[in-house]
Structures are given as structure tokens and as C-alpha cells.
């Protein structure tokens, strides 16, 4: 029954009642009967029009998990080839453009003061964070050494495509 018909049922069925019934107060305590639960009827449709207000909200503010795990498995991916030191695999794999120059990957569209040295792509990743932009998305990492600890940032256009991996501040 659509929520639309249920007033009219309802005065169908006080009509119908009503001619059944000789006693008005018999009636009357009918009417109230039915009122009371077309009123309680009415608080559960608003309970549960709020409860789903809030699950929509809910599922918007998830992050796309499968996405993030794209982009981690191309992070790893990059790092492999950095370390296996296969730089001419990684730009056309991944068809981006840099120079290697005394152990320092400059990507080209990054300044020159942003790089990432080739030697620690070996060493274990922790993630750190996701950051999805409407430009792209950034990922970020932590990888240890013995000596210190390096923020690593790859970031990724609109469509999730690799464009570069430096070391952050």
C-alpha cells in the first residue's frame, strides 16, 4: 500500500465501521484507536527517513577502498622498478618523464629541489596517508632507514595515473 492511499483506507475503514456499528462511543473509541496508530506509524516513518538520511551521508563520506588499492599497488609497482633501477621500463610503463643525476630522480614536472633517491625504493613502505583531490590524488608513505625516517608523496592526476614520487618535508 502506497503512503499516499493509507489516509484514504483509513476513512474507508471508519465508514465501514461506522455502519457496523450502532453505538457512537463504540466508534469513537475505534477512531482513537486507529489515530493512535496511524500516529505511532508516522513517528517510525520519520525514524526511519532520518536513519537513512544518515546512512547516505555515511556512504558518501567512505573513500573508495578498491581505488586507494589501485594506487597502492602502483606506488609498490614504481618502487620496484626504482630499486631494480629499471628507469626505462618505469617511463614507459607508466609514461612519465625524468633524469637520474648523482643518485637523485628529478621528474620533470617537478622543481629541481624536489627528488627521490634511488637507494631507500628497497626498503619497507608504511602508509601514512590519502589525500583525493578533484585535480588528482596524493599518497603518502613512511620508509626507515638506519639513519632517519623519509616522507615519501606519490602523486597521481585525476584519472590515477602515476606522475611522480619525491620526498616530502
Excluded: W
Excluded at 23 to 37: G, I, T
Amino acid at each position: 500500500m502506497s503512503y499516499f492511499t493509507r489516509p484514504a483506507c483509513f476513512v474507508f475503514a471508519l465508514l465501514l465501521l461506522s455502519a457496523c456499528f450502532n453505538n457512537d462511543d463504540e466508534v469513537e473509541v475505534l477512531v482513537l484507536e486507529y489515530e493512535a496508530k496511524f500516529a505511532d506509524q508516522n513517528k517510525q516513518i520519520s525514524k526511519l527517513e532520518e536513519e537513512l538520511k544518515l546512512a547516505e551521508y555515511e556512504k558518501e563520506q567512505l573513500v573508495d577502498i578498491s581505488g586507494l588499492q589501485r594506487l597502492d599497488h602502483s606506488a609498490r609497482s614504481v618502487m620496484r622498478l626504482i630499486d631494480e633501477e629499471e628507469f626505462e621500463e618505469l617511463k614507459s610503463e607508466y609514461n612519465v618523464d625524468f633524469e637520474v643525476e648523482d643518485e637523485k630522480i628529478y621528474f620533470e614536472e617537478l622543481d629541481d629541489h624536489f627528488y627521490f633517491p634511488p637507494k631507500i625504493a628497497g626498503l619497507p613502505m608504511y602508509f601514512a596517508y590519502y589525500n583525493p583531490q578533484d585535480e588528482g590524488s596524493e599518497v603518502g608513505y613512511f620508509i626507515y632507514d638506519h639513519d632517519r625516517k623519509y616522507d615519501i608523496i606519490f602523486k597521481y592526476s585525476k584519472d590515477n595515473e602515476f606522475k611522480y614520487v619525491f620526498i616530502g618535508g
